[in-house]
């Protein structure tokens, strides 16, 4: 059950920051849009209007365009050097750290999620991500080459170029991070950003773009159109003087990214959704495997790209682990994420909880058993009860399309040579998991799975230098590690006869 909001005291720079009227950046000005016109962002663990953020649609999608290609051509930014742009990136770093419980609550309140959790892993992973990049800007190398043509001699290298102007559309499931994982290569290797957060939660992004300004970043490098994605994202994927687009968010929406971008075949990288199988050995530590598995579907409510919503466990063991994961799920405490108290906090929005419900009607329609969970909670707020489904069939709803909510469907398997074609069987690529205490399976799995990352024996682990995305229809590209940097730079061949 939801618990009742505990009278909470929300950190001082919070209650500022929210009685104000937020403006949006372009070129190192706090603007509203051209139209004047603003929306509202909601505290989904209540339904309230938090504040209004602009309305950005396409003339000041142009506006940002423009000051990024200003800053990204005439400077002072292409002067910066690679050891300045790293320095800015760190200072940036310290003063996410310097503002940690502001961004950790204006997080929480915007997104829903346990404030417990933006403390302990969105505001220090977000510090980690410039601090991260900020170490990589010096290191951005090129390589000498040799050339066998004959009749003359030759000395050619490559240089690791900036793309240019980066358009970045990030979603509401980790606001904070999300905007780090975009922003800091891109920024380490000198690109100049247009940023469009998720409509649903803009508030992070645009505290992120005032300790921006106060790090040192000049005018116009890092721009921040708040909007909805049909008219300000599209605009930004669509813009012709845009070099690339980075984009996290749903297959469906990173298709149309992909065609809006072929105007001018700007480059494109894509985040995009999973139905990640996650799958427990026989011969599994369970006192691991069981709360890892609840935690790889329940954590951020489920809405996480690489959720473990298809749990596949070997038959042996299959009642333990669903009598395991059901028990697990009593040890959450369901209620507003601001309240220390919860660890589990509501959807994002009605529209996010009609979705989850309208898959468990679905489930249940189509025959799947419901072992705990299943229903929305209250009226206020978004919430909906962590759910366990067995009794399913590949054919289902539930099992193939990705909830983005605490649904997990678990299936029974017996044939440890077939496992991997099953956990396959589907769209996605993104992650996939295996317990085992069998190094040879682990690793055979972990060669077998086609997955942009395979965890043993955990779940959700990330890191700055671990890269990430998707095989199959979970994206294009790698963000994080050293591969990020792939994504920013245009790699030009110099060759001189000598
Ligand atoms: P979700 O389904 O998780 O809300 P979306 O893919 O719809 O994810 O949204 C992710 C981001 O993409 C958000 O910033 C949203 O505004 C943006 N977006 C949505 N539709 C479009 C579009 N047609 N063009 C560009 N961006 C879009």
């Not at 505290?43 to 142009?62: H, S």
């Not at 589907?426 to 205490?437: N, P």
Request: aromatic share 8%; net charge negative.
């Amino acid at each position: 059950m939801a618990t009742t909001l505990a009278p909470v005291h929300l950190n001082r720079k919070v209650e500022e920051f929210l009685s104000q009227k937020r403006k949006m950046l372009i070129g190192g000005q706090w603007v509203e849009a051209a139209s004047g016109k603003t929306f509202d962002t909601f505290n989904p663990a209540t339904g309230e209007v938090l504040t209004c953020v602009p309305e950005g649609d396409r003339e000041d999608i142009d506006r940002a365009v423009k000051a990024a290609r200003k800053a990204f051509e005439e400077g002072p930014w292409p002067e910066v050097s690679p050891a300045q742009r790293g320095r800015l990136l760190l200072k940036l770093a310290d003063l996410v750290d310097k503002n940690h419980e502001e961004l950790a609550e204006l997080e929480t309140l915007d997104n829903g999620k346990p404030v417990f959790f933006s403390r302990i892993a969105d505001v220090p992973a977000t510090a980690d991500m410039f601090r991260y990049f900020g170490g990589w800007a010096t290191k951005v190398e090129g390589t000498t080459v040799p050339v066998s043509m004959p009749g003359a001699k030759y000395l050619a290298y490559t240089l690791r170029e900036p793309i240019g102007v980066v358009g970045q559309i990030i979603p509401w499931n980790f606001p904070l991070i999300m905007a780090s994982w975009k922003l800091a290569p891109a920024l380490a290797v000198g690109c100049t950003v247009v940023l469009k957060p998720a409509e649903q939660t803009p508030l992070t992004a645009l505290r992120l773009g005032e300790l921006i300004l106060e790090a040192g970043f000049p005018e116009g490098v890092v721009n921040i159109v708040t909007g909805f994605g049909e008219t300000a994202g599209a605009a930004l994927a669509a813009h012709s003087h845009v070099d690339k687009i980075a984009f996290t968010g749903s297959t469906e929406v990173g298709k149309l990214i992909v065609n809006a971008a072929s105007g001018n075949l700007k480059k494109v990288s894509l985040e995009l959704g999973g139905k990640s199988p996650n799958i427990i050995f026989p011969d599994a530590d369970l006192k691991n495997a069981i709360p890892g598995s609840a935690n790889a579907i329940f954590f951020n409510q489920g809405q996480c790209c690489t959720a473990g919503s298809r749990l596949f466990v070997h038959k042996n063991i299959f009642d333990e682990v669903i009598d395991g994961v059901a028990a697990f799920t009593k040890n959450f405490r369901i209620g507003p994420g601001i309240d220390p108290a919860n660890n589990l906090g509501p959807l994002i929005s009605q529209e996010q909880l009609d979705r989850v419900c309208g898959y468990l009607d679905s489930g249940a329609k189509e025959g799947a058993k419901t072992v705990v969970g299943g229903h929305k909670i209250g009226d206020k707020g978004y919430f909906v009860e962590p759910t366990l489904l067995v009794d399913v069939r590949p054919d289902m709803k539930v099992v193939r399309e990705e909830i983005f909510g605490p649904v997990v469907a678990a299936i029974p398997f017996s044939d440890p040579n077939e496992i991997a074609a099953s956990a396959n069987a589907t769209t996605y690529g993104l992650a996939a998991a295996v317990w085992t205490r069998d190094l040879s399976t682990a690793h055979r799995m972990a060669a077998k799975l086609r997955a942009g990352t395979v965890w043993i024996n955990c779940y959700n682990v990330f890191d700055s230098a671990l890269p990430f995305g998707g095989y199959k229809q979970s994206g294009w590209g790698r963000e994080m590690g050293h591969d990020a940097l792939e994504l920013y730079t245009e790699v030009k061949a110099v060759c001189a006869q000598i």
